[in-house]
Structures are given as C-alpha cells and as structure tokens.
C-alpha cells in the first residue's frame, strides 16, 4: 500500500484478476444470451415453466425476469455489488440445474436422429463450477469496479 491508500497489484494478482475477468465476463454473457431469448422469444420461456414446473407465466412476468437477469449480467460484467450480482447469477443457475437432473445420469443418450439430447444438462454443470468458484475468488477479481474501488480503499457498500 502506498500513502495515497492505493494498493498495487503483484504479477500473480493481475494474473488472477485476469483469469477472473475471463470467467466473469464469460459467464455474464452466457447467461444474458439466455435472459435475452426471454425478451426475443418469451412464448418459448412459457413452454419451458408450463414443461418443466406444470405453471403458466405472463408475458409480463417472462419480461420481468429477463429484464431483472439482464439488469444482473451487467452487474456482473462490471464487477459491480460483486457478492450480490455474482450469488444472484449462482442462485439462479442452482434453479436451473436441480430442474433438470435426469439429464445428469444419461449424458451420452441421443435422440433418434442421433442429437445428443442430454449435453445442455452437462454443460449446466460445468457452468455451476464455473460460478463457485467465480464466487469463492471474488477478492482475487481486481480488474472490475469492485475491485478497484479495494484497491483505492473506497467505502464498502459495494462488495
């Protein structure tokens, strides 16, 4: 730390905080391309709560939650209420796997065409590792607002 409060970053931490800029980044973006089909094609997100939970939604409330998950994506793309917008994302992404475990104990079953049928179900989890572990390191994510705002010593409302 210097006597302006600004700490300065080893290589290893700006190795870190790149390799979580990645995963950040990239997790932010597969889950907006998701919440943005809500938004582009909210009938289909009908199907799937009516398919998956037996429940209808309004368009409205399809809106509403692709709105909220965008609004999230961003938070995580800039790294901002880190502990807040990164958990939000994890939370919904446990919904989403423990909706769909069958898929977990046949990853290799195809379709009669011969489409694997399960792989969206195996990537689900890889994602879930991903947010853990983007969750556990979020005091090693240096290059995002949060990030900054430590490093200069800022008021913590944001982590």
Same mark, same amino acid.
């Given at each position: 730390?210097?006597?302006d409060?600004?700490?300065h970053l080893s ?5 870190d905080?790149?390799a ?10 597969f889950?907006f391309l998701w919440a ?7 009938a289909?997100?009908q199907?799937?709560?009516?398919y998956f939970d037996g429940?209808d ?5 399809? @809106?509403?939650?692709?709105g909220?998950?965008?609004?999230l994506?961003v938070?995580?793309a800039?790294?901002?209420l880190? @502990?807040?917008? @990164?958990g939000?994302l ?8 423990t909706?769909?475990?069958e898929?977990?104990f046949d990853?290799f079953a195809?379709n ?5 049928v ?5 990537i689900?989890?890889?994602v879930?590792g991903?947010?853990i572990a983007?969750v ?13 705002l430590?490093r200069h010593d800022?008021?913590r409302w944001?982590?």
């Amino acid at each position: 730390m210097t006597s302006d409060n600004t700490i300065h970053l080893s290589t290893q931490d700006r190795l870190d905080g790149l390799a979580l800029l990645i995963l950040r980044l990239g997790l932010a973006w597969f889950i907006f391309l998701w919440a943005a089909h809500k938004i582009i094609t909210p009938a289909q997100y009908q199907n799937l709560v009516r398919y998956f939970d037996g429940a209808d939604v309004s368009l409205a409330q399809v @809106y509403i939650v692709g709105g909220a998950q965008i609004a999230l994506c961003v938070l995580v793309a800039l790294g901002v209420l880190r @502990y807040a917008s @990164y958990g939000s994302l994890l939370v919904m992404h446990v919904f989403t796997v423990t909706r769909r475990w069958e898929g977990f104990f046949d990853p290799f079953a195809v379709n009669d065409r011969g489409f694997p049928v399960n792989r969206n179900q195996v990537i689900d989890l890889a994602v879930l590792g991903a947010f853990i572990a983007l969750v556990l390191l979020v005091r090693r994510d240096h290059f995002s607002v949060g990030g900054w705002l430590a490093r200069h010593d800022r008021p913590r409302w944001w982590m």
